[in-house]
């Protein structure tokens, strides 16, 4: 998976069809980055990046790119 | 293997959760976590009267005497002491000559209330188990906390089995990890941090209200679940192909469905549906045994899977011919 594919399939998941998802966003500023929204990141980055992330490291993601950072197989 | 389930009167639907809550969006809770309303206990109804409710169900046209142990689940038992399985004992008017005990798990509870039935009746101590599951997790949950009470309902199951049930349960697999504790916890009452002098209500003093670390618990569930599948069909040597019907604790939807393509359960195998309960603890599978039964999703004969996992860390999974 490439770094557009990455965010192409964050953008499906977080369903934020309104905003302009890329490296730098904030993931914690946008409405739709909810409970349920990790959930779904903790799937994607299971089912597409063999990654299993735990809830600390999650948290500390701030950006779109701390979560490619974390999922590095996904480079 | 005769079951019922009792779900009390109270229902809080999504539309109620949206108007108390900002940007809770109701169709996104019915959407994603699969659940529409759930059924609360009421303030003077307790895990105990439900399973007073589901066992009397259960035991409706047959000799109660012949019930010669008790187990109770629950993680909310009417009193530390006495044992809430002694009083279901006095309050169903069985023979004081019986076996009672509370087992205090969650999510798995059912499928080791079984493994505990099976081993009771063919290590000869019993020959007729009343398995009871109840759960009123809602009465430990803080009222700002929308999602925990968007996830979890109350509700109570009675289960009655006996030697011929039990030559229908195949082999289990059981598993704890106890470094999960603190993911999903109830952390003030107990031993370790007693509640006394803290403020009354607990529902409005979050520490000591239920926590439940979402994520930990979404990466335990993918992580060992699909394992313990692989396991228990090898245990019992089967395949998929083998079984009828697979019936998982139902969490909720998208964990679930999620769970299903990652172990390649054909869709129409697999139950999902919680959209009138909610999360009901350990009563989820018996509850979803029972509905199917009812309407002929699953028949006499059949062999279904069962897997539960959750609070503990804990987790078992059995095959049983119903």
Redesign the interface.
């Known amino acids: 998976m490439n770094k557009s594919e990455f965010i192409r399939g964050l953008k499906d998941i977080l369903e934020c069809e309104d905003i302009d998802l890329n490296e730098e966003t904030n993931l914690k500023e946008l409405?739709c980055y909810d409970?349920?929204a990790?959930?779904?990141v903790?799937?994607f980055l299971?089912?597409h990046c063999g990654k299993?992330?735990?809830?600390a490291q999650?948290s500390a993601v701030t950006t779109v790119r701390d979560l490619m950072n974390l999922a590095d197989i996904c480079r | 293997m005769k079951i019922e389930y009792y779900l009390p009167a109270n229902i809080l639907t999504n539309a109620d959760l949206e108007k108390q809550y900002e940007n809770w969006s109701a169709a996104k809770i019915e959407d994603k976590i699969g659940i529409r309303e759930r059924h609360l206990a009421a303030n003077d109804e307790t895990a105990l009267d439900m399973a007073l409710k589901a066992a009397t169900m259960v035991l409706d046209g047959s000799d109660r005497q012949l019930v010669d142990f008790i187990l109770f689940c629950t993680q909310s038992p009417d009193y530390y002491l006495p044992t809430s399985a002694c009083i279901l004992q006095d309050k169903l008017g069985l023979s004081t000559h019986i076996g009672a005990l509370d087992m205090n798990l969650g999510c798995s509870g059912f499928i080791y209330g079984l493994a505990m039935a099976k081993s009771l009746i063919l290590s000869g101590v019993a020959s007729n188990v009343l398995l009871c599951t109840a759960e009123t997790y809602s009465k430990y949950l803080h009222q700002n906390d929308h999602a925990n009470r968007s996830i979890f309902g109350d509700g109570a199951a009675a289960v009655i089995i006996d030697k011929d049930d039990v030559s229908r349960i195949y082999e289990f697999d059981l598993g704890t990890d106890g470094r999960g504790m603190g993911n999903l916890i109830v952390p003030v009452g107990g031993a370790r941090r007693r509640a006394g002098g803290l403020k009354e209500p607990l529902q409005e003093d979050p520490s000591r209200c239920l926590f439940m670390n979402g994520p930990e618990i979404f990466n335990f569930t993918i992580s060992t679940v699909p394992l313990l599948y692989s396991r228990i069909l090898q245990k019992n040597g089967l395949k998929i192909d083998d079984i009828d019907y697979v019936i998982f604790h139902q969490a909720n939807k998208y964990m679930l469905e999620y769970l299903r393509r990652k172990v390649n359960i054909p869709k129409e195998k697999f139950h999902n549906d919680i959209l009138h309960y909610g999360n009901t603890v350990s009563s989820t599978i018996p509850i979803a045994l029972k509905d199917c039964m009812s309407t002929g999703i699953i028949k006499k004969g059949q062999k279904i899977l069962l897997v539960g996992f959750g609070v503990g860390y804990s987790w078992g999974a059995t095959v049983i011919e119903i």
């Open positions: 409405a409970s349920l990790v959930m779904s903790i799937a299971d089912e299993n992330l735990s809830a999650l």
